[in-house]
Nanobody, 121 residues
Framework: QVQLVESGGGLVQAGGSLRLSCAAS????????VGWHRQAPGKQRELVAT???????NYADSVEGRFTISRGAAKSTVYLQMNSLKPEDTAVYYC???????????????WGQGTQVTVSS
């Protein structure tokens, strides 16, 4: 079993910062990439940022320059530093990981349970 556990969400004023963390555990052979998605009320879930096993990062246009994704030294932890937050960043943020649990198995996507981020104006 693979678990992704997020932490660090909360309430912040516009212009403020938050740092989200996600710790992956369980039977993990290798990561392809890890990242963050978010879903605001009444909207579809959207990609926020990803980081590959080689360190290549990708950001949604809406967060480029404000958010930074990074990985811990153990590679099983991923962070999302969110600066200059806006009310439109309010959403449930989900950690995601595309990984393999065995050397011969397929790459599959796993999701965390989500953490609420609320930005007040």
């Amino acid at each position: 079993q693979v678990q992704l556990v997020e932490s660090g969400g909360g309430l912040v004023q516009a212009g403020g910062s938050l740092r989200l963390s996600c710790a992956a555990s369980g039977s993990i052979f290798s990561f392809a990439d890890v990242g963050w998605h978010r879903q605001a009320p009444g909207k579809q879930r959207e990609l926020v940022a990803t980081i590959s096993s080689g360190g290549t990062t990708n950001y949604a246009d809406s967060v480029e320059g404000r958010f930074t994704i990074s990985r811990g030294a153990a590679k099983s932890t991923v962070y999302l530093q969110m600066n200059s937050l806006k009310p439109e960043d309010t959403a449930v943020y989900y950690c995601t990981a595309n990984l393999r649990t065995t050397p011969w198995g397929p790459t599959q996507r796993y999701w965390g349970q989500g953490t609420q981020v609320t930005v007040s104006s």
